[in-house]
């Protein structure tokens, strides 16, 4: 696991770290679905028949701390409007979307117990870490990291 849940005064956080940005994006969402579960273990899905395909959103400028906003709250509307509960992704960010191959099973088998209802720009933080620059963590359960990385950190509104 590279996301936590990152302690906040009356929402839910997510801080999630990987090598790449993608990989930030797809823990970030990995944090999103996961926190929502009634059964916190996402092998909990497995047996739900899995369809595939692509899901997008536009950036501009090169934002992607508004990209990653975009596209996790692209998966919130999916999940609840569409029927489409996102269980795996391969993201792809470009200059002007970001993109992600994904898997998803129909939400009405989905069990949840919190229902998220935004995701905020609230402490966002969305950027690259350079070789040696240190992050620090947030206690009780969200360590150190050191770069290089990338760090995503989102708080969404429940």
Same mark, same amino acid.
């Given at each position: 696991m ?19 940005? +993608?990989?930030?994006?797809?823990? $970030? #969402? ?9 059964? @916190?273990?996402? /092998? &909990?899905l ?27 709250? +692209?998966?919130?509307?999916?999940? $609840? #409007? ?9 993201? @792809?960010?470009? /200059? &002007? ?35 040696g ?26």
């Amino acid at each position: 696991m590279s996301w936590w849940i990152l302690p906040t005064t009356a929402d839910i956080g997510i801080r999630a770290f990987s090598s790449s940005a +993608e990989g930030a994006i797809s823990e $970030s #969402v990995s944090g999103l679905q996961s926190i929502q579960l009634q059964d @916190k273990n996402p /092998e &909990s899905l497995n047996h739900l028949t899995r369809y595939s395909g692509v899901w997008s959103v536009g950036i501009k400028n090169n934002d992607l701390e508004r990209g990653l906003v975009k596209f996790l709250e +692209e998966v919130l509307y999916k999940g $609840s #409007v569409e029927n489409q509960w996102l269980v795996d992704s391969a993201v @792809k960010i470009n /200059e &002007s979307s970001i993109s992600a191959h994904v898997s998803w099973v129909d939400s009405e088998f989905v069990d949840r117990e919190i229902e998220i209802k935004a995701v905020t720009l609230h402490e966002l933080v969305f950027r690259e870490i350079k070789s040696g620059e240190i992050v620090n963590g947030v206690d009780p359960n969200i360590p150190t990291f050191e770069g290089p990385g990338w760090v995503a950190q989102v708080v969404l509104d429940i």
